[in-house]
């Protein structure tokens, strides 16, 4: 990959310093599967159309973000990789305003490695906790590693802090020429970070979102409808004393149940690659 924050001037420097500053691709790509991904799992689930609307109106402005936590926390992979994306754009983002000390000696490689291994240990935990230890060791090293790389690129000169005093303080450094084995290795991590950020990330997502299962609890409880009780399997939308209200999978419209039973398994039909 070229070195554009060394090769940039002008106008297309300043366009490279704004990107970055304001989180770059990464940043995009998470809005946007934040906003697209959770409609598509829904549509997909509950058979889109005027479906969609009830559904969300029954689950309340307050729990429409349920369908994104319920997709991360059911899919180990989804979830891990999400986590470590995440960690990068917000290490990416927080160095680009001078967040990485630069200085060289002990005492600045000790501040730069504590502040790269905290937050992907807190990812690894929170990935070990929902998914198991060594779900939680490869996400806690594949961010650690990667938020290396955003240190590494800082040091051969393919990133720049973007305020004031950061610009300042590097310039005041003594020259530091990085080995080639370091140059290289920031090249894979910025390749390595856009193929997870840009292609794996969005595929694992629409996947998880196509893949048949509700985001959240399947329930068989008993609905009354008029004079008649019947056993009715609903997708939980949110509790309401001792009942539930639900999308009703038998009746296709919103539901009270009462006395209900978890089932298993979350399949509602089958995924779309084989629909």
């Given at each position: 990959?070229?070195?554009?924050?060394?090769?940039?001037?002008?106008?297309?420097?300043?366009?490279?310093?704004?990107?970055?500053?304001?989180?770059?691709?990464?940043?995009?790509?998470?809005?946007?599967?934040?906003?697209?991904?959770?409609?598509?799992?829904?549509?997909?689930?509950?058979?889109?159309?005027?479906?969609?609307?009830?559904?969300?109106?029954?689950?309340?402005?307050?729990?429409?973000?349920?369908?994104?936590?319920?997709?991360?926390?059911?899919?180990?992979?989804?979830?891990?990789?999400?986590?470590?994306?995440?960690?990068?754009?917000?290490?990416?983002?927080?160095?680009?305003?001078?967040?990485?000390?630069?200085?060289?000696?002990?005492?600045?490689?000790?501040?730069?490695?504590?502040?790269?291994?905290?937050?992907?240990?807190?990812?690894?935990?929170?990935?070990?906790?929902?998914?198991?230890?060594?779900?939680?060791?490869?996400?806690?090293?594949?961010?650690?590693?990667?938020?290396?790389g955003v240190v590494v690129e800082y040091r051969t000169g393919r990133r720049r802090p973007h305020?004031?005093?950061?610009?300042?303080?590097?310039?005041?450094?003594?020259?530091?020429?990085?080995?080639?084995?370091?140059?290289?290795?920031?090249?894979?991590?910025?390749?390595?970070?856009?193929?997870?950020?840009?292609?794996?990330?969005?595929?694992?997502?629409?996947?998880?979102?196509?893949?048949?299962?509700?985001?959240?609890?399947?329930?068989?409880?008993?609905?009354?409808?008029?004079?008649?009780?019947?056993?009715?399997?609903?997708?939980?939308?949110?509790?309401?004393?001792?009942?539930?209200?639900?999308?009703?999978?038998?009746?296709?419209?919103?539901?009270?149940?009462?006395?209900?039973?978890?089932?298993?398994?979350?399949?509602?039909?089958?995924?779309?690659?084989?629909?």
């Open positions: 990959m070229p070195d554009t924050a060394a090769s940039a001037s002008g106008p297309g420097r300043e366009e490279i310093r704004e990107t970055d500053r304001k989180g770059g691709p990464g940043h995009t790509v998470l809005v946007a599967l934040a906003v697209a991904v959770p409609v598509t799992k829904l549509a997909y689930t509950v058979g889109g159309g005027d479906a969609v609307r009830d559904v969300l109106v029954g689950m309340e402005p307050g729990n429409w973000p349920d369908i994104l936590i319920g997709m991360v926390i059911t899919d180990p992979l989804l979830g891990s990789v999400l986590g470590v994306v995440v960690s990068r754009v917000v290490f990416a983002l927080f160095a680009a305003r001078g967040a990485v000390p630069l200085g060289s000696g002990p005492a600045g490689a000790l501040r730069r490695a504590a502040l790269t291994v905290v937050n992907p240990v807190a990812v690894g935990v929170v990935d070990a906790c929902f998914f198991g230890p060594w779900w939680g060791l490869a996400t806690g090293l594949t961010a650690f590693a990667l938020r290396q305020h004031r005093h950061g610009r300042e303080r590097t310039a005041r450094e003594p020259g530091y020429r990085p080995p080639s084995w370091l140059r290289r290795a920031a090249g894979v991590e910025q390749w390595v970070a856009l193929a997870l950020t840009v292609l794996v990330l969005p595929l694992l997502a629409f996947v998880s979102a196509l893949d048949g299962q509700a985001w959240t609890s399947i329930v068989e409880c008993r609905v009354t409808d008029g004079v008649r009780t019947e056993s009715d399997r609903l997708i939980e939308l949110s509790r309401k004393g001792d009942g539930v209200v639900g999308w009703n999978l038998d009746s296709e419209q919103i539901s009270n149940g009462s006395g209900c039973v978890g089932e298993e398994s979350r399949y509602v039909r089958e995924p779309w690659w084989r629909s």
